[in-house]
């Protein structure tokens, strides 16, 4: 008899973890968006030292891989750098998940070249053109007589969708172009490559690489608020329902004075910047 319960009890175990059920209460596993990581390990570790014994597990994988995660019930949070799709939420509701979403920043989506590219600037025409192979010379664009090498996000990435989005508009990209898995690896290659042009989120930006003006318009706070710049886009966490317990209190955090401050220094667009625009114009 108690071999039979035994058995019936860790059975009910391995379902449970099977079916991503067995999240503690006390813990929040995080999952997706590369663009959305450090901005979440940064405030995770602000987050953690004011309330000990809390149990958080982050990964990447890409946004579409957060967000398959929710819908599995294998993630409390599903980072992501794109809306949820409506195939995803019709998937979603099918298995009794509700997605719920959080925006907890801002961000602009800029081409990247090496610091030694003369080139400071492309329409959306021409980047069109160069991620579908057809411009494959940077002379073709004002640059040096050197060969194009086309970095973009593999097809998981939040950012990838947001590149199609902007710039693709569902026109396919050159199969030439080498798929990388995340941003710190885009940036990474470009700043070892000086032929290579690549995108990522202004957070990512740093002296390795240089930033590219879109139609003649820098990517700042400013301009990703105003929507000037063309490639601005909001971040996001998605959550199975409203949050409860520590990932509602997670989510709070970041959204606070305190937790906008965080997403500034990892240089992405805080809230509270929208907010002092919006007061600006009045």
């Given at each position: ?6 058995k019936?009890?860790f ?8 079916t ?15 663009t959305?990581?450090p ?16 149990q ?32 995803e ?5 099918a298995k009794?998940?509700?997605?719920v ?7 602009a ?12 600037g492309?329409?959306?025409d021409?980047?069109?053109?160069i ?37 693709m508009?569902?026109?396919k ?36 690489v240089?930033?590219?003006?879109v ?12 929507k000037?710049?063309?490639f601005?886009?909001?971040l ?22 305190q ?5 500034k220094?990892?240089?992405?667009v805080?809230?509270t910047?929208?907010k002092?625009?919006k007061?600006?114009?009045?």
């Open positions: 008899m108690i071999r039979m319960v035994k019936i009890f059975s009910i175990i391995a379902v449970l973890f099977a991503g059920l067995a999240i503690a209460a006390d813990s929040v596993v995080i999952k997706g968006s590369t959305v990581l901005i979440t390990q940064a405030a995770l570790d602000a987050y953690m030292k004011a309330n000990k014994g809390v958080v597990s982050l990964s990447g994988g890409g946004s579409g891989e957060g967000i398959k995660a929710l819908i599995d019930k294998t993630t409390n949070i599903a980072n992501s750098s794109r809306e949820i799709k409506k195939e939420i019709a998937l979603a509701s009794g998940v509700k997605p979403e959080h925006v907890v920043a801002y961000d989506l800029i081409p990247i070249v090496h610091p030694k590219n003369k080139v400071k492309l329409s959306t021409q980047l069109s053109l991620y579908q192979g057809k411009i494959t010379n940077w002379k073709e664009v004002g640059g040096e007589d050197l060969k194009i090498v086309v970095i973009s996000r593999d097809s998981s990435s939040g950012t990838f969708e947001s590149w199609d989005h902007f710039v508009k569902k026109t990209v050159t199969p030439r172009a080498q798929m990388l898995a995340s941003s710190g690896a885009i940036v990474t290659a470009i700043a070892k490559n000086r032929y290579a042009i690549s995108y990522v989120g202004m957070g990512y930006i740093n002296k390795s240089k930033a590219l003006e139609n003649g318009v820098a990517a700042s706070a400013e301009t990703a608020l105003s000037e710049y063309p601005s886009r909001e996001y966490m998605y959550t199975n329902g409203e949050p409860t317990g520590e990932t509602a209190g997670f989510i709070a955090f970041l959204k606070s004075d937790g906008q401050k965080i997403v220094k990892e240089g992405f805080p809230l910047a929208a002092e625009s007061k600006g114009k009045k």
